[in-house]
């Protein structure tokens, strides 16, 4: 899902009838349930050294509620980031951290149709990631390693309505990250994620506006025996586009919304994120570029962050 699109009259393909009124139901099923569920779970807390396998705000920009056009997609994927940690109420600790990360994806969007949606399979997450840490007594610590790596088997894209796309995915993070020790870095998890997701894209007078939810339902970490809850991210954007630039407003929102379980002395506070930022991009034909900043506005039991993102398209 996390690809650049270049719109196509081929997509206009007629949906079977017997799912016209079924489809028109996902897109307010699927947000009614998500504000839902955020509104009413207990959130509890997030085992020390850990962060949410989904890497927050890295579709934002991309109107991933419809895929391109069928073949072969290569994306890739960098971001830097200062961050102050922040205690529960918002207050720095002291600590200071700066993460680099590069990963890429391979998608693969079918030229067939499934329960009447266009039809992609990809692989992500695949690079490096480096992070320093810098904590108030002034000591240091580094770490470089592989992130754990996710598959998508099903990723399914509805046209609904005129301009307006409903996009579901089912993926899945194997533990192939680098994991040594709890630790206050970790870049691997240690356990399996599932990662239901789902998006709507609206497409209207040149703009695009896009809100991407994602679950991360987590495994049990087989060395601590510590079950983070279910977090869940929603990347957005809202993007105007004149010629080949686009731009606009994106950002995203982090919280965790079941309880943890496993040993108390490892529990570090429910993590919570709202971001806002700029976004641009340039179609240059068959690639797209894009460039996110955005800053965090409220955190909470986490690093409060200023990001620059990119995400370079090409097909293959």
Excluded: C
């Amino acid at each position: 899902m996390s690809v650049a699109n270049n719109r196509s009259k081929s997509h206009k393909t007629q949906r079977p009838k017997f799912l016209g009124r079924f489809a028109k139901l996902i897109p307010p099923l699927a947000v009614l349930s998500a504000s839902t569920i955020a509104s009413i779970a207990p959130a509890n807390a997030a085992m020390f050294g850990s962060t949410p396998e989904y890497p927050v705000g890295i579709t934002m920009g991309v109107p991933v509620g419809e895929l391109p056009p069928p073949g072969f997609y290569y994306i890739n994927k960098g971001t830097f980031s200062g961050a102050h940690s922040v205690n529960g109420q918002g207050v720095r600790t002291g600590a200071v951290s700066s993460t680099w990360t590069n990963t890429s994806q391979i998608m693969w969007v079918l030229n067939q149709r499934v329960l009447g949606a266009r039809y992609a399979v990809f692989i992500r997450n695949i690079g490096a990631v480096d992070v320093a840490l810098t904590r108030p007594n002034g000591t240091t610590s580094s770490t470089v390693g592989l992130p754990d790596t996710e598959i998508i088997p099903a990723n399914l894209s509805w046209s609904v309505a005129p301009g307006l796309f409903f996009d579901a995915e089912f993926g899945f993070y194997v533990p192939s990250g680098r994991y040594t020790t709890p630790a206050a870095i970790n870049i691997g998890q240690n356990h399996y994620t599932l990662e239901p997701n789902f998006a709507l894209t609206y497409f209207h007078s040149g703009w695009a506006f896009t809100a991407h939810t994602v679950f991360d339902i987590n495994g049990v970490n087989q060395q601590t025996h510590y079950r983070n809850g279910t977090t869940m991210d929603v990347d957005y954007t809202a993007f105007k586009t004149i010629g080949r630039w686009s731009f606009g407003p994106v950002g995203y929102y982090l919280t965790q919304i079941t309880r943890d379980s496993g040993p108390a002395k490892l529990d570090g506070g429910s993590p919570q994120e709202w971001a806002l930022g700029l976004g641009a991009a340039y179609n240059f034909g068959p690639a797209r570029l894009n460039l996110n900043i955005t800053h965090d506005i409220v955190a909470n039991n986490i690093g409060q962050k200023t990001m620059a993102m990119f995400i370079f398209t090409v097909p293959l």
